[in-house]
């Protein structure tokens, strides 16, 4: 059987979602997301992105580029499907924001239907904040630099299975950058945009998704103050309600 942190591709429906973890994490970060929209009918892919289930080490070796590769890859993996939706954590909103920028109609994928953006890191808050605005405007010296514990509510939550306790110092200067294109990418986004943010998120701020959601060019946009949780949404106390409202955003869009 294979372990949570490990890549997954669920379900046979004819509508296929990408779901793309955050920085430092692991595909065990979305798979609840997955399983509840294979359970509603749908294919969904949780890929590994690169420098990610090995050591930091191979994370200080990989670029934003290599992130945003990797998740174009995986999303053409799914050509075929009827309809395509995204949905993304932390990092992993601001790739799927890369995404829904561009059309995709030369490449043989239908446009997409709806976008899940949990957390998207836009506004950072608390050392995350220290880690991009001080840290990555430092010379990006080969460092690994020690994390707090994963921003997660739960008391019986111990730790995102296959996630880094460390992370490179120059990640601090790549996550800002591929923030801020984020943010200027989204006024090319038409798909309808479902945003989640914890209300006791201590590593993004809240603002950042309000101020997303102004931004995104979405036909139709809709944001969710979560109150009982932090960051891993789909891991954290409200875990049934962050799959749920995926899946019912997912099957209006549809």
């Known amino acids: 059987m294979a372990g949570a942190a490990d890549p997954f591709f669920l379900g046979d429906g004819p509508d296929a979602c990408l779901l793309l973890h955050g920085l430092t994490g692991s595909p065990a970060e979305m798979r609840p997301v997955g399983e509840a929209l294979a359970a509603a009918g749908f294919r969904a892919l949780g890929p590994l992105l690169p420098g990610h289930g090995t050591t930091p080490d191979d994370l200080d070796a990989t ?15 799914l050509q075929g499907s009827r309809r395509l939706f995204l949905c993304g954590l932390s990092m992993g909103a601001l790739l799927a924001v ?25 506004e950072f808050s608390g050392m995350t904040w220290v880690f991009t605005n001080v840290v990555g405007r430092m010379p990006a010296f080969p460092l690994i630099l020690k994390k707090g514990p994963r921003d997660i509510e739960r008391p019986d939550e111990r730790g995102v299975e296959g996630a880094y306790s460390a992370v490179p110092m120059r990640w601090g200067a790549e996550l800002r950058q591929l923030s801020k294109e984020a943010l200027a990418l989204a006024k090319r986004v038409r798909a309808p945009a479902l945003i989640l943010q914890g209300a006791l998120d201590h590593t993004v701020a809240p603002a950042g998704s309000r101020r997303l959601a102004r931004a ?3 036909t139709r946009v809709e944001v969710q103050i979560l109150p009982e949780s932090g960051h891993v949404l789909p891991l ?3 875990s049934g309600e962050v799959c749920r409202s995926v899946v019912r955003f997912f099957q209006g869009a549809s």
């Open 63 to 77: 670029t934003r580029e290599d992130m945003l590769e990797a998740a174009r890859s995986a999303l053409l993996s």
């Open 98 to 122: 890369h995404l829904a920028a561009r059309s995709w109609a030369r490449e043989g994928l239908p446009d997409l239907s709806a976008l899940g953006l949990l957390a998207p890191a836009i």
């Open 216 to 218: 995104l060019g979405s």
């Open 236 to 238: 954290d106390r409200e």
